[in-house]
């Protein structure tokens, strides 16, 4: 009883808190995480909708069990070419677990779910009041409080994108917290590895999608883009990226850690680092 009502205690407050440092997870929501996957992957489901946007047309399912009540997830099972573009439900999961593995703890949980005798994504939803989209449509400022997190988010994310190759970093899944927090969903047209993704990445001053430039990191972020290896990445990935995948992430971390080299010497680097 005592274990059940920590857990309810815990998800009332998930992505509510004021904590502000270089992850966007509380202590109390990454305590939890394993606990969550589990469920998201054996709880009962019990309904299901449309999300009614996206191209890769998700559904919520929803679902229960006796120790964590009833929570929901968005699903997907997109697989090929959509609307001109490369898609993979296997990618949603490949993002949380490299966001696992670079202590950047902004994709809630994801994992592999059947639903209705079909393999996909199952991620955890985030009850977000606002999306970036939201924001600039409604003209809402950042609060001067948070000015300084959002900033450093935004640069984070770039960096993350360009690592995995995330061409469809839109404003609607930049979602917000009600403390401003950054969460990263939607990560299924990631990891392409074709020979721009492989040689060029996807912001920068190279950019092939937008020149918006990397201009402030954490160090403990770049010593773990530095110490990726194919192995590391392998072990957390599973079977969700095939080798040419994992190879070409590889190949954008040099790129990477170059753009990054060049911003340092530009701005210095005590501008750049933090």
Not at 1 to 18: D, E, G, N, Q
Not at 61 to 77: H, I, T, V
Not at 230 to 251: C, F, H, Q, R, W
Request: hydrophobic share 35%.
């Amino acid at each position: 009883m005592k274990r059940k009502l920590f857990l309810v205690i815990s998800l009332l407050f998930i992505f509510s808190s004021s904590y502000i440092a270089y992850t966007q997870f509380t202590p109390v929501e990454i305590g939890i995480r394993a606990e969550i996957e589990e469920f998201l992957k054996t709880a009962e489901i019990v309904n299901s909708v449309d999300i009614g946007e996206g191209v890769t047309n998700p559904k919520r399912l929803f679902l229960q069990n006796e120790d964590m009540g009833r929570m929901s997830g968005a699903w997907k099972n997109v697989e090929g070419k959509q609307k001109g573009a490369w898609e993979g439900w296997q990618y949603e999961i490949a993002a949380y677990q490299m966001d696992k593995l670079l202590d950047l703890n902004m994709i809630p949980p994801t994992v592999e779910r059947e639903f209705k005798g079909k393999k996909g994504s199952l991620q955890f939803w985030v009850s977000s009041p606002m999306s970036e989209l939201d924001r600039t449509e409604q003209k809402k400022g950042i609060p001067k409080s948070r000015y300084d997190n959002w900033e450093k988010r935004r640069h984070i994310a770039r960096a993350f994108d360009c690592l995995i190759a995330n061409n469809d970093r839109t404003q609607q899944n930049i979602r917000y917290t009600a403390d401003m927090r950054w969460i990263l969903i939607d990560h299924s047209r990631s990891f392409y590895s074709a020979r721009r993704d492989r040689k060029r990445l996807v912001y920068g001053k190279k950019g092939h999608k937008e020149k918006k430039l990397i201009k402030k990191l954490p160090r403990v972020f770049l010593e773990k883009i530095k110490a990726l290896t194919y192995d590391t990445i392998k072990d957390a990935v599973g079977p969700y990226l095939k080798d040419n995948e994992i190879k070409a992430v590889m190949l954008r971390k040099e790129l990477l850690l170059k753009e990054i080299e060049g911003m340092i010497k530009e701005i210095g680097e005590d501008k750049f680092l933090y």
